[in-house]
């Protein structure tokens, strides 16, 4: 499995495999000069026929420093629910999905043994290329590397126990992230991006980042008012709500479900999800009488 | 700066420098072996009259892979403030501090600048010494390599903006933890812990983990049933409520404040505020063009 990236050549967009520049992405992404050598290596490289990378052998494109995740930023999805009517919030609202979560483009995401009601969201992300501290909206895309597609997965039963989300946020896995990063020259402008959610070959969320109640640039600005971001840390813009026939038809993720996310210029991700496997006969623990 | 924690010698309790057995504190506490080791050489070593470790040179003694953290674990404390007849909850409320916010025993914590109402929480925090997924509360204390000190600084204003409360916990600094790991079999029972706050010379939080709602053992086996805890993860369980006249008396923190919070059995850490220094000159960003 090797992590990748959409860039520009002689011969049009192609699929650099990062894991040949011998460089880690978070290293790659958070510097330039770097960003550009592995263009022109690419360049270079593809006219040399070195082989395309395979999507089948993706892994995940990053591993984040942080992952902070915008809830109902698409206008429409509140708290209660849809409700075209309602007043845009003052304030993005953010949570954490810890490192456990994160899953690449071909890594099945296991539905725990004890989980009632997972369920997908299909969101743009946001990665972070320069540290960003207090950082004025009209700067902030010089901070951004790029964007990829992440599926928040959900265990709502989690979720609705208690005021904070973590619980229902963060199983193992609850992250699949992909399938590459497209920089912010290749892709198309953030806030005109078709969001577009696949399930049983019916599309169940369709809504274009346009509707965001606050765009890239704002979100990137706000956070940074809060605490540093780094290169690397990804933020995850929200989801649309669902469609009328998909909210009504819905019913939690089971075993052998697959959900596929497609963005506009990004690609498309898709997540199939696996039964949790019976327990190791032997958990790790400390030896006797050691702690 | 350089990472403790306190082991049993031939001549008593010791604080033993981590920095000189040449590991990573995470590999140490994953490895109840090397745990054994670093007894016996600083045994030894402290015998041979190795200088021992002064805390003003103590950094964090952990980098935590993530950061775990309970609300409303003490009887008393609720949402909605202090109700010593609530029943109790069912479930732990949990949420995450980002990696930024991790602050060694010696290092001040920024306030930052537009903070208007930043607190503290003075907490037992949880060291996980074994990969836990699935584990039943009877086998949940195998799991743990030890204990230490975290003071959950928090933006009240920021947290009560919206419903997720990260942008409230997470600004850089703001989980000094510290000042060293002491291990399970050096440290009291963590149901028998008296957790104080002192504020400008004044007791202002002092209550025992006995009145903890959820026991450390209930909290590590209920959130490994939801995602997978590793070596170098931290669980902090939890403040309890201010004193009544700590509550009349509240103010927010501010530039030049030094709040101590000492556990039984774990020392005590002391944290610094001060004022955020005003912007560097130049942000990092991309250079013109390349993002």
């Known amino acids: 499995m090797r992590?990748?990236?959409?860039?520009r050549t002689a011969r049009g967009d192609s699929l650099l495999d990062l894991g040949d520049?011998?460089?880690?992405?978070?290293?790659?992404?958070?510097?330039?000069?770097?960003?550009?050598?592995?263009?022109?290596?690419?360049?270079?490289?593809?006219?040399?026929?070195?082989?395309?990378?395979?999507?089948?052998?993706?892994?995940?494109?990053?591993?984040?420093?942080?992952?902070?995740?915008?809830?109902?930023?698409?206008?429409?999805?509140t708290p209660d629910g849809v409700d075209p009517r309602a007043d845009d919030p003052e304030y993005p609202d953010v949570f954490v999905k810890t490192p456990n979560t994160v899953a690449g483009p071909n890594d099945a995401v296991v539905i725990p043994a004890g989980a009632q009601d997972v369920d997908y969201e299909g969101e743009?992300?946001?990665?972070?290329?320069?540290?960003?501290?207090?950082?004025?909206?009209?700067?902030?895309?010089?901070?951004?590397?790029?964007?990829?597609?992440?599926?928040?997965?959900?265990?709502?039963?989690?979720?609705?126990?208690?005021?904070?989300?973590?619980?229902?946020?963060?199983?193992?896995?609850?992250?699949?992230?992909?399938?590459?990063?497209?920089?912010?020259?290749?892709?198309?402008?953030?806030?005109?991006?078709?969001?577009?959610?696949?399930?049983?070959?019916?599309?169940?969320?369709s809504q274009s980042t346009s509707t965001t109640i606050f765009s890239v640039a704002f979100v990137v600005s706000h956070i940074s008012q809060v605490l540093t971001l780094e290169p690397g840390d990804v933020i995850s813009t929200g989801t649309p709500q669902k469609l009328a026939h998909a909210q009504a038809a819905h019913r939690p993720l089971a075993p052998g479900d697959a959900v596929t996310v497609r963005i506009t210029g990004l690609g498309e991700l898709t997540t199939r999800f696996v039964a949790a496997q019976p327990e190791s006969p032997a958990a790790e623990s400390f030896p006797e009488g050691t702690a």
Not at 3 to 7: C, D, F, K, L, Q
């Open 3 to 7: 992590p990748g990236a959409v860039v």
């Open 21 to 77: 520049i011998a460089l880690s992405v978070n290293a790659l992404i958070s510097d330039a000069s770097l960003v550009r050598a592995a263009e022109m290596r690419a360049a270079g490289a593809l006219d040399e026929n070195l082989p395309g990378l395979v999507p089948a052998d993706l892994a995940a494109p990053l591993t984040p420093g942080k992952i902070l995740c915008l809830g109902y930023n698409y206008r429409g999805h």
């Open 124 to 205: 743009l992300a946001v990665v972070i290329g320069a540290r960003a501290r207090n950082v004025a909206i009209e700067d902030a895309m010089s901070h951004v590397a790029g964007f990829t597609i992440l599926n928040d997965v959900s265990d709502r039963a989690w979720q609705r126990r208690q005021s904070q989300w973590a619980l229902g946020k963060c199983s193992d896995g609850f992250a699949p992230i992909g399938p590459w990063i497209v920089t912010v020259d290749e892709a198309p402008n953030p806030q005109e991006m078709l969001v577009e959610v696949v399930r049983d070959g019916r599309i169940t969320v």
